[in-house]
């Protein structure tokens, strides 16, 4: 895909990436006012139907959100009846969560718009070009999720440059 205007660098992917997937949330917001949820919930919602029994630290990573703003959004559902809290058997200070019958029925509904919306979106291209789209992008997510993994066990494992600075200022004073 070109810049129309020959001075402007062609879109990145990551410009692209992001375009396609705010375009694609307004667009299921849109078709979706007749769910009696927020877009948010149903993004958890989503999630959690995936992810049985994950805690609330781990869910608010996968839906990109900060702890405490999950955890008010989980309050909000559990006393909606969409979700329950259980105590994790291997941890007594962690919570399991739960979608509920009430919430599994909304999931259909969702995924049904989701494909709608998937398809609109996707118009144009051949099965080929559909399945080779779902193949590449599945591997640029493996990819960062390696790398993200990767990142996250090195910066424990070494300490910041700034620690080390300090560890060293406190041996020469």
């Known amino acids: 895909m ?10 990145s992917l990551g410009f692209l990436l992001g375009d396609a997937a705010r375009l694609m949330r307004r667009r299921f917001e849109q078709k979706s006012r007749d769910i009696d949820m927020t877009s948010a919930q149903m993004r958890i919602i989503a999630r959690l139907s995936r992810n049985e029994g994950i805690s609330q630290v781990g869910l608010a990573t996968l839906v990109d959100l900060e702890p405490m703003t999950l955890c008010r959004h989980i309050d909000r559902m559990a006393s909606a009846g969409l979700v329950v809290r259980k105590q994790d058997p291997y941890d007594r200070r962690a919570k399991q969560l739960f979608t509920t019958a009430k ?7 969702m995924r049904v718009l989701a494909d709608e919306i998937f398809a609109e979106a996707q118009q144009g291209l051949s099965e080929e070009a559909r399945r080779q789209l779902l193949d590449s992008l599945g591997v640029v997510v493996k990819n960062l999720s390696d790398a993200e993994t990767a990142g996250s066990a090195s910066e424990t494992a070494a300490p910041r440059r700034r620690d080390r600075i300090d560890a060293s200022q406190e041996t020469t004073a």
């Open 2 to 11: 070109q810049s129309e205007d020959p001075h402007l660098p062609d879109p």
């Open 103 to 109: 919430a599994r029925e909304l999931i259909h509904p």
